[in-house]
Every structure is written in C-alpha cells, then in structure tokens.
C-alpha cells in the first residue's frame, strides 16, 4: 500500500474516531492541551504565534489566541488561496475574523501579511500526529508548503485518543518539532 492509500485509510479511521468522542472528553482535551502548551517554554519565549482558527473536530485555539494576543504577542492566523497557497494574517484581536475558504475564520483583509521572525511559534492542526512528530492533515497540503524551508518551531495539537505510534509520509510531508496532548508533550 503507498502512502498515499496509507493515509486515505487512516483518515477514515480518524473521522471514526471523532464521532465516538464526547462532549466532555473534548472540552477537557482542550483544556489540557492549552495548559500544557502555554506553559512550553517555546510558548513562553515566543513574540509571534502563528496560529489556525480551529473547525469541527479539531483542537480549540480559541483560547489560545486570546491569551497570546492579551500576553502581548503578535498573533497571526492563516488565509487559504487558490493554488494550495497560504497566508498570514496579523490580527488586532477576534473581531477582525470572517469566514473564509472552507467556512474556517479567517482575518479580514483589512489586517496585513505577516512572515514568521527568528521569535516565531507555529501551532499546527492536523487529524492526527504520530509520536515520530509525522503530521497527517487533511490533505490538501497547505501547512506542508507553508513549513517548507522555514526555520520555525512548528508544534502540533492532537487529542491524545488520536495520536498514534507513526503517520505515513510522504518526501513533501513537514515533520513538526513537538506534539502536545492533554497529557504530554512529545519532542521529535
């Protein structure tokens, strides 16, 4: 089987996985996650975040993004264009949101691109991590391109009942630096 199908397969498996989680268990995954990442040193010493507005199932940023953003830091979070390409966008604070592509909220486009500095965190979304830091997204390759040739750290939220021991790769897939669940921090 290629990667490929590898990850069509455990995508399906993961989309199973996500109906049977409960309300309780997300919002305390959530809450978890976000203690654990915040008190991440990476997080600490970061001036911009580098963020996606979480949809669905996915971990919440909501949180997140308001502390960063009444922390001080610079946050920025992605715009989807055609091509697979994706911005950043500099936000003031919440209400500067829309929807966008896909129906995730995006920055209006009042607020201007930003490219990550030497102070840069990226949190990263995914279906799923593997504990080798491997990604699997949804499959349209944005954040790969995105991470591609940058020198961030990029750290990725996963619900601990999603993570897995490996994701198959492909030679474009971008590895994150670190997997935070609700009850560890995994490094690559």
């Known amino acids: 089987m290629s990667a490929g199908e590898e990850k069509t397969a455990l995508r399906r498996e993961i989309r199973a996985l996500e109906k049977k989680l409960t309300k309780e268990y997300i919002s305390e995954s959530d809450e978890g996650i976000f ?3 915040v008190s991440l040193p990476e997080y600490k010493k970061c001036g911009e975040l580098f963020c996606y507005f979480s949809a669905g199932q996915e971990v919440s940023t909501m949180a997140l993004i ?4 009444s922390d001080g830091k610079t946050v920025a979070l992605p715009e989807a264009l055609d091509g697979g390409v994706m911005i950043f966008r500099r936000i003031p604070d919440t209400d500067r ?3 966008g592509k896909f129906g995730i909220m995006v920055p209006d486009g009042q607020c201007g691109t930003i490219s990550p500095g030497a102070d840069a965190l990226a949190v990263v979304p995914g279906m799923c991590f593997g504990e080798d830091c491997r990604r699997l997204g949804r499959g349209g390759g944005y954040y790969d391109r995105w991470l591609a040739g940058k020198n961030i750290f990029a750290v990725g939220l996963c619900r601990e009942k999603l993570m897995r021991k490996t994701v ?3 030679g474009f897939d971008v590895t994150v630096r670190a997997v935070v669940t609700e009850v560890r921090v995994v490094r690559a």
């Open 35 to 37: 203690s654990r990442l």
């Open 66 to 69: 308001t502390k960063a953003l």
């Open 97 to 99: 949101l829309r929807p």
């Open 168 to 170: 198959p790769a492909d």
